[in-house]
Every structure is written in C-alpha cells, then in structure tokens.
T-cell receptor, first 114, second 112 residues
Framework: DVKVTQSSRYLVKRTGEKVFLECVQD?????MFWYRQDPGLGLRLIYF???????EKGDIPEGYSVSREKKERFSLILESASTNQTSMYLC?????????????FGPGTRLTVT | SQQGEEDPQALSIQEGENATMNCSYK?????LQWYRQNSGRGLVHLIL?????REKHSGRLRVTLDTSKKSSSLLITASRAADTASYFC????????????FGTGTKLQVIP
C-alpha cells in the first residue's frame, strides 16, 4: 500500500522560529511536492522536486525553502516563521515519466504560528 | 495562479441522489484529474481524464471533459453519506515535470 507520511499532524511555532516539515514516501517516486491549503484558496504549490537535489519553485515560494538529499525525503523549511504562514501543509509524490500524473498525498500538517 | 474553478462551492444533497460538480479552466491542458479530501486529511486521487478523452467512468463516478468549453464535470451517482468530502479538480499542461494545478474545491454534504 502506497504511503506518504508527514512528520507532524499539528505544530505550533512562534514568530521568527525556523520550522522544518518533513515528508517521506515509500513508493520510489521521482517527483515530490509541497502545497499549502487555505480556505477559499484551494491548494497552492510552494515547491516541487523531480529528482534528488533538484528543486523548482511553485506559485508561492517566498518565505520557504526545500531540501531533497534522498529520493524518499522532501523537507520544507520556513526560515523565519510568520503568522501569515499559518496554514495546512500537504506533501505529495508522483511517479516520473510523461504518463504519470496521479499524486499521492500525506495526511497534512496543520501549522500555527503565534 | 489558480487554473481550475469548481462550481458550486458547496452542495448539499440527500443520500441516494446524484451529485454533479463542475470545473472550468483557463488554458489548454494535457489531462484533468479529480481528487477527494475528507475533512482535515490529505487528498485522494479519484480519476484522470486525458485531453483526447470525452468521458470516463470509475464505479459510481462519471467524468466528462469538454476541451472546447474548457470544462469538466464529476457526477457521483447514488450518493452515500461517506461521499461527504471536498472535491478538487486538478489540471496539468505539457509544461513539464507533471506540475498539477488545483482548483478551490466543491464541498459536498450528503445527508443520510
């Protein structure tokens, strides 16, 4: 059974803290994604990675960075958390190649920045 | 930028009725997917339809795609209380790396 796991379901951090969100997939997928989900805005892509050590900016990369040192792990880093980064963060993965678009999602991390 | 816009934003029906959700998008696409999200959880893939297909079925789901109108619809027949969830359409174009753009979702409530 395919699995994407995220390090925390709920997280509370203070403004200015450095925050790490980790995502691990066990499907040997090439592509991994980080989204944030806010009411009325749907899912917005922050960053994605199509290979180890490769990354591409999504639609809203400002204030975030990512790291992919191993194929199965994709980390999202908030360098200095701010209250407007309070959100639900969703990680996803998908197989590589031109015919695979189905994404598998983790359960999400609800981050609150106070 | 958001590609897909779902309509309606919210839908409430009785168990056993059919539910129809629509998705409109702006630019040409390679394929379109539908996902379901149960409250506070991750998304689950339901069905993918390619740009050269007009209709696809999976169990109680029926998806249509009209590329001339840049729209898609998801029909859930004989709805059940367990279908209560948010439904998102997601589009991909040939821009590379399977980048998928999600819409804002339709919240479906099925009343037992």
């Amino acid at each position: 059974d395919v699995k994407v796991t995220q390090s925390s379901r709920y997280l509370v951090k203070r403004t200015g803290e450095k925050v790490f969100l980790e995502c691990v997939q066990d499907m040997d997928h090439e592509n991994m994604f980080w989204y944030r989900q806010d009411p009325g805005l749907g899912l917005r892509l922050i960053y994605f990675s199509y290979d180890v050590k490769m990354k591409e900016k999504g639609d809203i990369p400002e204030g975030y960075s990512v790291s992919r040192e191993k194929k199965e792990r994709f980390s999202l880093i908030l360098e200095s958390a701010s209250t407007n980064q309070t959100s639900m963060y969703l990680c996803a993965s998908s197989a590589g190649g031109p015919n695979y678009y189905e994404q598998y999602f983790g359960p999400g991390t609800r981050l609150t920045v106070t | 930028s958001q590609q897909g816009e779902e309509d309606p934003q919210a839908l409430s029906i009785q168990e056993g009725e059919n539910a129809t959700m629509n998705c409109s998008y702006k630019t040409s696409i390679n394929n379109l997917q539908w996902y379901r999200q149960n409250s506070g959880r991750g998304l689950v893939h339901l069905i993918l339809i390619r740009s050269n297909e007009r209709e696809k079925h999976s169990g109680r789901l029926r998806v249509t795609l009209d590329t001339s109108k840049k729209s898609s619809s998801l029909l859930i027949t004989a709805s059940r209380a367990a279908d209560t969830a948010s439904y998102f359409c997601a589009t991909s174009n040939s821009g590379g790396y399977q980048k998928v753009t999600f819409g804002t979702g339709t919240k479906l409530q099925v009343i037992p």
